[in-house]
């Protein structure tokens, strides 16, 4: 009940002001125009959602900092981060609340996009099973780029700094894995720049391929950066 308390609070705070109806309206816009009219999909004689879905992790670079960067940042703006703690929630739930908000509305976001197949399927011989593989993909990876959002969030001092500073981390450890790909290094290292690619990781996604490695990949990064949130936050109360 406590945790659900929380939620509300969070999704009232996001639909409260214009962030989330633009970032949905950006999202579904791009990724149409993306697939129809950049990749010109219905010209292509192929019955794979694949360059849709590819586009989705680059557009998180921008869509998840700006879904993140007040999670924090605009409670230390308003001193409502002193206030947080004193209430009788623990920082776990507190992390968690603001996690799952975040969440629903990445759920939202994809939940939306489900007209796009749909629309399609009669076109061609879709797989189903690789569209649901993408999809789950391509949350796994969302969640974690929340996760380490948020957490930039509760290091920064500002929404503006947390965007940037997300962005920045994000734009890094997705494209990293095309260093890899383009120069020449060393094995162990490019398999070490691979390791560390959300991209990389959701390539099996993209294949319609579910690999243990990534969804364990994924989950490690969300249990990490959310450990860091609460560690933070636990911090802060002791300052």
């Known amino acids: 009940?406590?945790?659900?308390?929380?939620?509300?609070?969070?999704?009232?705070l996001y639909f409260n002001s214009p962030i989330a109806?633009?970032?949905?309206?950006?999202?579904?816009?791009?990724?149409?125009?993306w697939l129809f009219f950049i990749q010109r999909f219905l010209t292509q004689n192929v019955a794979s959602l694949r360059s849709y879905f590819g586009i989705m992790p680059i557009l998180f670079i921008l869509i998840i900092p700006a879904l993140?960067?007040?999670?924090?940042?605009?409670?230390?703006?308003?001193?409502?981060?002193?206030?947080?703690?004193?209430?009788?929630?623990?920082?776990l739930q507190l992390v968690l609340g603001k996690y799952t908000a975040s969440l629903v509305l990445l759920a939202l976001m994809l939940i939306l996009t489900i007209p796009v197949p749909l629309t399609l399927s009669p076109l061609g011989n879709f797989e189903a099973g690789?569209?649901?593989?993408?999809?789950?993909?391509?949350?796994?990876?969302?969640?974690?780029?929340?996760?380490?959002?948020?957490?930039?969030?509760?290091?920064?001092?500002?929404?503006?700094?947390?965007?940037?500073?997300?962005?920045?981390?994000?734009?890094?450890?997705?494209?990293?894995?095309?260093?890899?790909?383009?120069a020449d290094l060393p094995r162990w290292l490019a398999g070490f720049i691979n390791f560390i690619s959300l991209d990389f990781h959701f390539t099996s996604f993209k294949k319609g391929l579910l690999d243990s490695r990534d969804i364990l990949y994924f989950l490690i990064l969300i249990y990490l950066f959310l450990f860091l949130n609460v560690k933070v936050l636990i911090f802060k109360k002791w300052l």
Do not use: H
């Not at 406590?2 to 939620?7: E, G, N, P, S, V």
């Not at 969302?142 to 994000?170: E, T």
């Open 130 to 182: 690789q569209i649901i593989t993408e999809y789950a993909g391509i949350f796994l990876l969302g969640s974690a780029g929340i996760a380490i959002g948020q957490f930039l969030s509760s290091l920064s001092k500002n929404q503006i700094s947390a965007f940037i500073f997300s962005a920045l981390v994000l734009l890094a450890i997705t494209l990293i894995s095309q260093v890899a790909s383009m």
């Open 68 to 91: 993140t960067m007040r999670s924090w940042s605009e409670e230390k703006k308003t001193g409502t981060d002193e206030l947080l703690v004193t209430l009788p929630f623990t920082e």
């Open 1 to 12: 009940m406590k945790a659900f308390t929380l939620i509300k609070k969070e999704l009232r």
């Open 21 to 33: 109806v633009i970032l949905l309206i950006f999202f579904l816009l791009f990724t149409s125009i």
